[in-house]
């Protein structure tokens, strides 16, 4: 059973299209989270979310928006695409707020390519 | 805002070696650490976490890692690595109290020879 799915797995577009990766979690969790990692694995921080909370990295352009539709999906949208979006974009999700000692679960990944 | 730097960015063993991967995180506060483990195409898996009491702390697989406060540290421990270690390894803090904002150090690979 997958814990934290992504779809799709691999993604390939022009630049200036916009794409969406979708994100859903069946652990019953309340925060759902997304990541870039860059060419050089360092792992980004860029949404967090509860139903009650967006929080936003000030460094993401907000080309980049996340979208929940239920408490189980974050998807993240994504407008006029740059060559600078390649990369690995992970989901995860962690139980309710806490200290911040919840585990984060992670997703597969989704691999971004654009031309 | 907290920091976290890996020096090593890739180590290279040989099968029954000792490891220790070193993880040194900037942050004036209480903070959680975490070690995360990323095999060859798959996602993050957590292998161990410290959140309070004993420093040494002891997670899957065999490793163990050992928070030292003094040093602002969080090195990773096994004391005899098997091939199927060769992974990417991420140190990760958060603020006690934090909304969650866990930040990530750059990686180490690990690769074990047979």
């Known amino acids: 059973d997958t814990a934290v799915s992504q779809t799709p797995k691999y993604l390939v577009t022009q630049m200036g299209n916009d794409k969406s990766i979708k994100c859903e979690q069946n652990?019953?969790?309340?925060?759902m989270y997304w990541y870039k990692q860059d060419s050089k694995k360092f792992l980004k921080i860029m949404f967090s979310?509860?139903?009650?909370?967006?929080?936003i990295n000030e460094t993401v352009p907000n080309r980049f928006s996340p979208k929940s539709p239920d408490k189980a999906h974050l998807n993240l949208h994504i407008n006029s695409l740059e060559l600078g979006d390649s990369a690995v974009y992970f989901c995860?999700?962690?139980?309710?707020?806490?200290?911040?000692?919840?585990?984060?679960?992670f997703g597969p990944g989704t691999r971004l390519l654009v031309l | 805002a907290q920091s976290v730097s890996q020096h090593n960015h890739h180590v290279i063993l040989s099968e029954a070696a000792s490891l220790e991967l070193g993880c040194n995180y900037s942050?004036?506060?209480?903070?959680?650490l975490f070690w995360y483990v990323q095999y060859p195409g798959q996602h993050l898996q957590l292998l161990l976490k410290?959140?309070?009491?004993?420093?040494l702390v002891k997670g899957i697989k065999g490793f163990e890692a050992e928070f030292i406060k003094s040093k602002f540290s969080f090195n990773l421990r096994k004391p005899s690595v098997q091939w199927s270690d060769t992974a990417e390894y991420f140190c990760?803090?958060?603020?006690?109290?934090?909304?969650?904002?866990?930040?990530f150090g750059s990686g180490t690979q690990l690769t074990v020879l047979p």
């Open positions: 995860a999700s962690s139980p309710r707020r806490g200290e911040g000692q919840e585990t984060q679960y």
């Open positions: 652990l019953g969790h309340d925060t």
């Open positions: 979310y509860n139903n009650k909370e967006l929080i």
């Open positions: 942050y004036g506060g209480t903070v959680n």
């Open positions: 410290y959140f309070s009491g004993d420093p």
């Open positions: 990760a803090v958060n603020a006690r109290g934090s909304a969650r904002q866990l930040t």
